[in-house]
């Protein structure tokens, strides 16, 4: 049972426009949403977080927007770059003693030049 | 100076046989965690220590053993190796609460491939 969801396998967009990766979960009782970056061969590498009384958090080209009541969230990059390119994860934490994070199954990005 | 590392990167071995694989980290965390990526690219959680201490066992078949020697150092020991134990397993790392926050810091993998 997948508690946490990413539906398009891949994605392709052109360099410079906008990149929307999506997420959708089932658990109510998150308390943080991540967005994990994986290029080949490498672990995944940690981008940006949002708290579940939040609904938008912004670091430089990428912002993370939250719907509670959608059980929905969202992974802009804008302008995306070439350097882009990679799987994009998903994360949702659950909090409490163990902070445990379930994963998405990954949205390949290609941003073409 | 890598902050979460793993040995071996890859590890080719026969069905029947036991392997480690050894995971340390210089980050000064607390807890460390296995995770198991599937040939579907699913990432899940299936051992979380905090210091030294097991918080996280998922329904991982008992020949599945980790050991955490010390708060920096998590190994995980297979016995009786099987078809289905191929996959990329990864070590990560956070400090106690603020996985959330700040997200696990991974290491760069092991791919084990049963033959």
């Known amino acids: 049972d997948q508690q946490v969801k990413q539906n398009s396998p891949s994605l392709s967009v052109q360099e410079g426009r906008i990149s929307i990766l999506n997420c959708d979960y089932t658990n109510s009782m998150f308390d943080y949403f991540l967005w994990y970056k994986k290029y080949p061969a490498e672990g995944p590498t940690f981008l940006i977080s949002i708290s579940s009384i939040k609904d938008k958090n912004e670091d430089g080209r990428f912002t993370v927007f939250l719907n509670k009541s959608a059980k929905h969230l969202s992974l802009h990059i804008v302008p995306s770059q070439p350097g882009d390119s990679a799987v994009y994860f998903c994360a949702a934490s659950e909090g409490g003693a163990t902070n445990k994070l379930i994963f998405g199954t990954g949205t390949l990005l290609a941003v073409q030049p | ?115």
């Open chain 2, 1 to 115: 100076d890598t902050a979460v590392s793993q040995t071996p990167k890859y590890l080719v071995t026969q069905m029947g046989n036991d392997k480690s694989i050894k995971c340390e980290q210089n980050l000064g965390h607390d807890t460390m965690y296995w995770y198991k990526q599937d040939s579907k690219k699913f990432l899940k959680i299936m051992f979380s220590y905090n210091n030294k201490e097991l918080i996280i066992n998922e329904t991982v078949p008992n020949r599945f053993s980790p050991k955490s020697p010390d708060k920096a150092h998590l190994n995980l020991h297979i016995n009786s190796l099987e078809l289905g134990d191929s996959a990329v397993y990864f070590c990560a790392s956070s400090q106690a609460g603020t996985g959330g926050i700040y997200g696990y810091t991974f290491g760069s993998g092991t791919r084990l491939t049963v033959v």
